[in-house]
């Protein structure tokens, strides 16, 4: 590894090649002023997470990523929720899930500032959609903080609302307003992920590409069937049971 200016030149045989690069990427993203401070520390706390669960999409994700894809698909109004995070990880993946499931992209952020919106506003416009974030209209009820900040034709009036690295609050009144509330979260014990209807425990790059895939493919009798047999709680409880049982055979291997 060597330095190029003051970045860090990763090869590729590096075994934590992908861990690095996403490391090096909101780095930059922070240094552009799209990450909050604490968005640096949500990622460090997510990738402790994706250690106990292998790296890797495991079934209990694939599961619930087929339960979103299959939500989103026979949802009215959709919305996808993006932060700091989001945009620096898979700005580009978002507006391609967007377009495949015909939904709205709003920005909401827990640390805003203007300029954070506009800078997250600008990234999209690069990949070529106009993103809800300017000057919300609505509030969601019962919420004290910036979160609560929304838009009538966006999160406010959405059926359904895809919340990738979210804080509980948020979750529990969009549940309130009688929404459904998809997460990608890596850790299956937050207050996001105990409060979903559907919980993704799963890296966020990962989890949006596999969903792009499924997007793609299923059509709304698929996600009707999909939805019959979902049970969100046995996802929980699986995603935990498998860190369990991981941790388990790795000890004896010691
Ligand atoms: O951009 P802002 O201002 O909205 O701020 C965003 C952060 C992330 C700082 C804010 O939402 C926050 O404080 O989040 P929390 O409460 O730290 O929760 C983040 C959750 O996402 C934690 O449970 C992490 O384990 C999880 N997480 C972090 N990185 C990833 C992740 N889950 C999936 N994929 C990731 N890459």
């Not at 969601?140 to 959405?158: K, M, Q, T």
């Not at 996802?235 to 369990?244: A, E, G, N, T, V």
């Amino acid at each position: 590894m060597g330095f190029w200016g003051n970045r860090l030149m990763i090869p590729k045989s590096h075994p934590r090649y992908e861990s690095l690069k996403k490391r090096e990427r909101l780095i930059k993203y922070f240094r552009k002023g799209i990450v909050a401070e604490a968005g640096l520390i949500a990622h460090g706390r997510g990738e402790a997470f994706d250690y106990l669960i292998g790296e890797k999409t495991q079934p209990f994700a694939y599961e619930a990523e087929k339960a979103a894809v299959a939500m989103m698909k026979l949802s009215k109004s959709p919305v996808i929720s993006v932060n700091g995070n989001v945009t620096a990880l898979c700005a580009g993946e978002i507006v391609e899930l967007s377009r495949i499931l015909n939904s709205k992209v709003e920005v909401n952020l827990f640390y805003r500032t203007k300029k954070r919106v506009n800078l997250i506003v600008r990234e999209f416009r690069r990949y070529g959609i106009d993103v809800l974030g300017k000057e919300p209209d609505a509030r969601i009820p019962g919420l004290e903080h910036n979160r609560a900040l929304v838009f009538s034709g966006g999160i406010y009036s959405a059926d359904c609302v895809l919340v990738p690295l979210e804080d509980g609050d948020r979750t529990k009144a969009l549940k309130g307003m009688g929404k459904k509330v998809i997460a990608i979260d890596l850790n299956p014990l937050s207050r996001t992920s105990q409060e979903a209807d559907i919980t993704i425990v799963d890296e966020l790059t990962r989890a949006v590409k596999v969903m792009i895939d499924l997007a793609k493919k299923i059509d709304e009798n698929q996600a009707r069937e999909i939805l019959k047999n979902y049970d969100n709680r046995k996802i929980i409880s699986q995603s935990l049971i498998f860190i369990q049982e991981r941790l388990r055979e790795l000890s004896l291997l010691l």
